[in-house]
C-alpha cells in the first residue's frame, strides 16, 4: 500500500526558506513520477515540480522556477521540496504525489496521480 506523508511546512516570511520532506512508503518508483502539488483557499490544485523516477528529468511552474528545487533521495524515500525566495502568493496548503505514469509533458495533471499525501501547511506572511 502507498503511503505520503508530508512534513515541515511552517509560517515564514517573504524571502525566507523552507524544505519539506515527504516521506514515501510502499513505492518503487521504477518509471514513474513523484511531483508537489498546492493549492491554496478558493483556487484549484495546481502543480509546483515533478521529478522522473530515475531523477534525471525535473519540471517546474513557471511561477516557482529559479526558486523551488525538487529532489529525491532513493536511499531513504524521500522527496523533497527546497523553496526559497518565498512570497506570500507561495501560500499554500502543499501535497507530494506519486504515480506509476511517466512525468513528461503531463506532469502537472493532478489526474496523472494516483497517491497522495495529507498536505502541509505554507504561509508566508509580508
Known amino acids: 500500500q502507498v503511503r505520503l506523508v508530508e512534513s515541515g511546512g511552517a509560517s515564514v516570511q517573504t524571502g525566507g526558506s523552507l524544505r519539506l520532506p515527504c516521506a514515501v512508503f510502499g513505492y518503487t518508483p521504477i518509471g514513474g513520477c513523484m511531483a508537489w502539488f498546492r493549492q491554496a483557499p478558493g483556487k484549484d490544485r495546481e502543480g509546483v515540480a515533478a521529478i522522473s523516477s530515475g531523477a534525471y528529468s525535473t519540471y517546474y511552474s513557471d511561477s516557482v522556477k529559479g526558486r523551488f528545487t525538487i529532489s529525491r533521495d532513493g536511499a531513504k524515500s524521500v522527496l523533497y521540496l527546497q523553496m526559497s525566495s518565498l512570497k506570500p502568493e507561495d501560500s499554500a496548503m502543499y501535497y507530494c504525489?506519486?504515480?506509476?505514469?511517466?512525468?513528461?509533458?503531463?506532469?502537472?495533471?493532478?489526474?496523472?496521480?494516483?497517491?497522495w499525501g495529507q498536505g502541509t501547511q505554507v504561509t508566508v506572511s509580508s
Open positions: 504525489a506519486a504515480t506509476y505514469n511517466l512525468c513528461g509533458g503531463s506532469w502537472y495533471w493532478v489526474s496523472l496521480f494516483s497517491y
